[in-house]
């Protein structure tokens, strides 16, 4: 079986990348530039995927997506401008323009499997990573993609920051995440017992909240 797996260099979508390995014979992994504060995060996936043998294709989509608040460097306000209920981070149809991408580049390869890290347990307020969100797109592609049913895997979907460390555990990928992801908003690369980060965002919040429950819980 083969799959493509959206993965952005980060904590959770390298999870994924190796719960794929336990799933999947063949994996195509694939990551965006859309404007991102940094490119740290792409560097990251890249030698992520180096080091297992992962074909890794990064797709240029600039321009394509309003920028969030954090990707426009003088915007400081915490909430995003285009509703003051969701967070600066979220930048809107992100993950719907990213899915649609890989259904797309997995149909070129007769892949109907698509594997995202999205959450809804820790999501953020992000609406595009809720399950309603997911469930609505896998039926929107399998109808308009033309090779059959497309089904996106969401691993993490139900799990807490917490969890996913676990699930790290499990698939003795815990040395990936803490030594090679990089999940930090701002691309800081400082060297910490939870990986790489500053603790002075949402992002890097969450790894450390997460990192020191399962640790608490004796599942580290």
């Known amino acids: 079986m083969k799959t493509v797996i959206l993965l952005s260099g980060g904590q959770d979508s390298t999870t994924c ?14 990551g965006f530039d859309y404007g991102q504060m940094h490119k740290q995060e792409l560097i990251q996936a890249q030698k992520i995927a180096n080091n297992i043998d992962v074909n890794y294709k990064i797709f240029d989509v600039k321009n394509l997506l309003a920028p ?5 460097k003088t915007n ?23 899915l649609t991408i890989a259904a797309s580049y997995g149909a070129s390869l007769g892949i109907n499997d698509i594997i995202t890290g999205v959450c809804q347990t820790d999501y953020s ?27 996106i895997h969401t691993p ?15 698939l003795n990928c815990l040395d990936v995440i803490i030594n090679d992801t990089l999940t930090d ?6 060297k910490n017992e939870w990986g790489f980060g500053t603790n002075n965002n949402p992002a ?15 599942w580290l």
């Open 17 to 30: 990348l190796y719960w794929a390995k336990k799933h999947f014979k063949e994996i195509y992994a694939i």
């Open 68 to 72: 969030s608040s954090l990707t426009e």
């Open 76 to 98: 400081h306000n915490k909430y995003s401008k285009i509703n003051k209920k969701l967070p600066a981070s979220f930048t809107a149809g992100r993950n719907i323009l990213f």
């Open 125 to 151: 307020g992000y609406p595009d990573c809720r399950r309603n969100t997911i469930d609505a797109q896998q039926l929107t592609l399998t109808l308009g993609i033309g090779i059959g049913d497309i089904r």
């Open 156 to 170: 993490l979907m139900y799990l807490t920051k917490a969890e996913t460390w676990k699930m790290a555990k499990d």
């Open 185 to 190: 908003y701002n691309g800081s690369m400082e």
């Open 204 to 218: 890097t919040e969450l790894r450390i909240k997460g990192y020191y429950e399962a640790k608490q819980k004796g």
